[in-house]
Nanobody, 125 residues
Framework: QVELRESGGGVVQAGGSLRLSCDGS????????VGWFRQAPGKEREFVAA????????FYADSVKGRFAISRDNVRNTVYLQMDSLETSDTAVYFC??????????????????WGQGTQVTVSS
């Protein structure tokens, strides 16, 4: 029902910032969640941040709390991931995803059914 496209990745120095965008070309139900995940080479895909398509409660991985922030533009139907104070360990392909908003699954890949293709974020030292 919804097709996602990430953008905004690139190469930055440690301590720098990037803002990723997740553009939803389709429509999601009001009870859906949007999540950000990342996957580094040789690593499993891990949760980064999430929030309901419509709502205010946000979720963050401990590793990014205080550095990353998820937000949305209701007019553009776009979700953003603002990444500040980037560290080399943040290097990964970042994905956005949507799924039915179930609280117990919001931090897991199994909680999402539609995924974007990913955008590369590389943080250099």
């Amino acid at each position: 029902q919804v097709e996602l496209r990430e953008s905004g990745g690139g190469v930055v120095q440690a301590g720098g910032s990037l803002r990723l965008s997740c553009d939803g070309s389709g429509r999601a139900s009001r009870d859906y969640s949007v999540g950000w995940f990342r996957q580094a080479p040789g690593k499993e895909r891990e949760f980064v941040a999430a929030g309901p398509w419509r709502g205010s409660r946000l979720f963050y991985a401990d590793s990014v709390k205080g550095r990353f922030a998820i937000s949305r533009d209701n007019v553009r139907n776009t979700v953003y991931l603002q990444m500040d104070s980037l560290e080399t360990s943040d290097t990964a392909v970042y994905f956005c995803a949507v799924g039915r908003h179930i609280l117990s699954s919001v931090r897991t890949t199994s909680g999402y059914t539609n995924w974007g293709q990913g955008t590369q974020v590389t943080v250099s030292s």
